[in-house]
């Protein structure tokens, strides 16, 4: 990859090192087993490093190449493949998920009181505009022993179990347990397997099986060659391993929370966390966003396009997690006050949350600073926020500078 000098593009070499200070600190105090950094303005990039191993064992260090499981960092992707298709009329947002998965109607909504919980009708339909906003009342499990995330809980244990693993059945198959909703649609926001549900629409209405449809009008258009949703044998020495935190200290290296088989071809094609990827390549994705849906020449969105998804779409009042600070749009949390959350710049578009995370942010001046820092330490690390005095959130970021 070229590397401007950051003066060039109006970056201080000598404030880029901060970064580089404070992630090789992780590195040896063993936060995190490895981490890549990337930083860029005007599509140039100025920046690029990495720190750490991506196998301790055999101390194989991390390299610009290194392949990483990118899990909520493909949701931004599904939600772009969605606008593509709304783009040449194949979807609306207004429609409900039944128009395109029949079985997905007359949901009921969970209402919890005093003696535990009872069913309610949705007051209407969920929509594909629901699911990408996170307000459909879809959940992920969570730790919680609430009736709903138990539910969630067995059904995706029994579904490892019973289903093959293939994309139209997992959804269907889920679909078919009946989970409630957790709220009525529209009203309330939950980060849930909505996208997931999503990537199964997408090959339904454009006719093409889910990652041949994103091979050929996002991956290819891009330069994406390392994007998959599986790593070839050709690749395997570039695939980094997983840590996980130890109780009291150091890491351990832990099997895929999704308990797939990353060297096998897969028809197991999540769209909410499924793809790997490598830091350059999701550079092309991020840099396509910042341009309106351009890149090197090819048009993949329409930049209006582009700028409605970065609005936020939620009612007034509502936010994800409480965060007052941020809104949702098309496929990712929107900045709407940064003077309430002192670390974040600019107007900016959050894709992806706890496993990995994305910022794309627009400013008046086209700067961006993209970084996309790909940690195979713990998905829910504990220093996570720890990143933020580099600049950084998370796992990745497109930021003013």
């Known amino acids: 990859m070229n590397i401007v000098k950051p003066e060039t593009v109006g970056l201080s070499s000598e404030r880029l090192e901060r970064i580089k200070l404070v992630m090789q600190s992780y590195i040896d105090k063993g936060t995190f087993a490895g981490i ?6 005007k599509g140039k990039v100025a920046h690029l490093k990495t720190f750490g191993w991506q196998d301790l064992k055999t101390r194989q260090p991390i390299t610009e190449d290194t392949i990483f499981r990118i899990y909520s960092m493909t949701k931004p992707i599904t939600s772009a493949a969605v606008m593509m298709l709304c783009e040449q009329g194949k979807l609306r947002l207004v429609d409900p998920v039944s128009r395109y998965v029949s079985s997905f109607k007359d949901r009921k909504v969970m209402v919890m009181n005093e003696g535990g919980y009872s069913l309610a009708p ?4 969920v929509t594909l505009h629901d699911l990408l906003t996170h307000t459909s009342g879809l959940a992920y499990p969570s730790d919680e022993p609430l009736p709903l995330d138990e539910m969630y809980m067995r059904t995706f244990e029994r579904l490892e179990k019973e289903v093959e693993p293939v994309l139209e059945k997992r959804v269907l198959a889920l679909i078919a347990a009946d989970i409630p909703l957790a709220f009525q649609p529209g009203t309330d926001w939950r980060y849930g397997i909505s996208i997931d549900l999503l990537g199964y629409i997408v ?3 454009s006719g093409q099986p889910f990652d041949e449809f994103l091979k050929e ?17 050709e690749k395997l020495g570039r695939f980094a391993a997983m840590y996980g935190a130890i109780k009291g200290g150091g890491l351990q290296l832990v099997p895929s929370p999704d308990r797939r088989d990353y ?6 094609l999540s769209g909410g966390g499924g793809l790997v990827s490598t830091i350059g390549d999701y550079f092309h994705f991020g840099q396509m966003m910042l341009n309106g849906g351009e890149f090197e020449g090819k048009q993949l969105l329409g930049r209006k396009t582009v700028e409605w998804m970065m609005q936020n779409h939620l009612p007034a009042g509502l936010h994800p997690n409480g965060e007052a600070w941020n809104g949702f749009g098309l496929g990712g949390a929107v900045l709407i006050d940064p003077g309430l959350s002192a670390p974040r710049l600019g107007r900016e578009v959050r894709l992806g949350r706890r496993r990995q995370h994305g910022v794309v942010d ?12 790909a940690i195979p330490a713990r998905i829910h ?14 796992a990745g970021v497109i930021s003013p500078l």
């Not at 060297?263 to 197991?268: A, F, L, N, Y």
């Not at 001046?365 to 970084?371: D, H, I, Q, W």
């Open 203 to 205: 090959q339904v209405a």
């Open 381 to 394: 690390h504990p220093h996570r926020r720890g990143l933020r005095p580099a600049g950084l959130r998370g």
């Open 36 to 41: 890549s950094t990337l930083v860029a303005r």
């Open 122 to 125: 949705a007051a209407r339909e």
């Open 263 to 268: 060297t096998k071809p897969t028809r197991d």
């Open 217 to 233: 009008r996002i991956f290819d258009p891009l330069g994406m060659v390392d994007t998959d949703f599986w790593v070839p044998p």
């Open 362 to 373: 627009r400013p008046r001046r086209g700067a961006a600073l993209p970084a996309y820092a």
